[in-house]
């Protein structure tokens, strides 16, 4: 799932609706990626993996500040590293619309058991990467 996460960056924010459902979400997140793959210069694959919540992420440099960027641009995380409970809920809520309570709390100990180090990219990657381990194993999808 996709969250990407993702870590490098501040919030950049083009305005981004988080409360959009279903088509506008997904329509926002591809729009997310298109600009942070530019930014990262991060593979396709790399998007295609993140985009789709998959627990082999891409573990080059470019590919976690690909998932942090996202964080970033989406207002989950700012630029320091600080996750934004506000707008993780907003999107958790248009994303996971029939699983909040779950997904919030899995969201909210992948937080407690990461630690923030000195590499953002670092950072998102590894919340990014608990949290679809946890969703996969709770058999959780995206809305």
């Known amino acids: 799932m996709s969250f990407k996460l993702l870590v490098l960056v501040a919030f950049v924010g083009a305005s981004l609706d988080l409360a959009a459902c279903g ?68 999107y958790i809520k248009a994303t996971f619309p029939g699983h909040v309570d779950k997904v919030h709390k899995i969201w909210t100990s992948c937080q407690e058991r990461e630690t923030l180090g000195e590499d953002l990219c670092e950072y998102g990657h590894a919340l990014v990467k608990c949290f679809n381990e946890e969703v996969t194993k709770e058999k959780i999808t995206k809305s």
Do not use: P, Y
């Open 23 to 90: 088509g506008e979400m997904e329509a926002k997140e591809l729009e997310v990626l298109k600009i942070c793959k530019e930014k990262t210069k991060a593979t396709q694959d790399a998007v295609d993996k993140f985009h789709k919540m998959e627990e082999d992420l891409d573990d080059s440099k470019e590919g976690k500040c690909l998932i942090s960027c996202s964080l970033a641009e989406f207002g989950v995380m700012n630029g320091e590293g600080a996750i934004d409970d506000g707008n993780s809920m907003a």
